[in-house]
């Protein structure tokens, strides 16, 4: 049984971590796909969107303890790799062009709280509880990512609040502070992921990873003029475009746009 089912949707991957006996815990089998599928994501995969979601119960209840204590003591070198092999998922999932929809139900912790972080969007079940769990098991809260992203989605106070007790955010309170997009029971959920996905579909290739590259340099631009010049520099490259043009007879046809292949 593979611990990560990929199934290909016309243009939209949907990755459904697969060890719910577990909760879907990260351990090295989990970590290892999740980094390499993320990694080998390209602007000419066929893969326009992904979305990510748990089997079971949980979305990711973070690092395997487990795994962790059976495997013993490690030394500094031993435990960079390890670190790294984790911290580089997040990375992965910002760098690749698609945008990563995360449908979230149950716990998302430690390394499932970054997970849903570092996603583009986020949705979540009202029974999603999420939380930097590193600082309950002796560790820092500021790991793989989490004290970057929680910051700047719903400010210093509020990210100090839960990164300094380890608390639970509920599903709730994550949608009054924006950090999450939709409150809904898990079929319903999916079924607005589908829906968003299509949305995104209708962009052009080049035009959606443009728009999620420029969302992620804007939020560390050093001005507004920084973030306005990027702006011109993907309307004028998306004009270029064969794609643009399809799309703008599309629209005036009231018709579904055909693209081509990604560029």
């Not at 059976?70 to 984790?86: N, S, T």
């Amino acid at each position: 049984m593979s611990v990560l089912d990929i199934e290909e949707r016309s243009g939209v991957a949907w990755l459904t971590m697969n060890r719910p006996e577990r909760l879907n815990a990260l351990n090295p089998e989990l970590t290892t796909a999740l980094r390499e599928y993320f990694e080998r994501l390209t602007a000419r995969s066929a893969t326009r969107v992904v979305v990510l979601q748990g089997a079971g119960r949980a979305f990711c209840a973070g690092l395997d303890i487990k795994d962790t204590v059976v495997g013993g003591p490690r030394g500094v070198e031993q435990m960079l790799e390890k670190q790294k092999g984790i911290r580089d998922i997040m990375l992965a999932m910002r760098r690749c062009p698609q945008p990563v929809i995360s449908v979230v139900q149950g716990a998302a912790s430690g390394g499932g709280f970054a997970l849903a972080l570092a996603s583009d969007v986020r949705l979540v079940t009202p029974d999603a509880r999420m939380n930097a769990a590193f600082i309950r098991i002796g560790l820092s809260a500021c790991d793989v990512g989490v004290s970057y992203f929680l910051p700047r989605m719903v400010g210093s106070s509020v990210a100090a609040e839960y990164m300094l007790t380890g608390r639970f955010m509920d599903a709730q309170r994550a949608y009054a502070l924006g950090l999450v997009s939709r409150v809904a029971p898990l079929a319903e959920l999916q079924a607005q992921a589908q829906a968003m996905a299509a949305d995104m579909l209708n962009a052009t290739p080049v035009a959606l990873r443009l728009t999620k590259e420029a969302l992620g340099f804007a939020v560390d631009a050093g001005s507004m003029e920084a973030v306005i010049a990027m702006e011109d520099r993907n309307q004028v490259l998306c004009t270029q475009t064969a794609d643009f043009h399809e799309g703008m007879q599309a629209f005036l046809d009231k018709r579904t746009p055909i693209y081509g292949s990604p560029t």
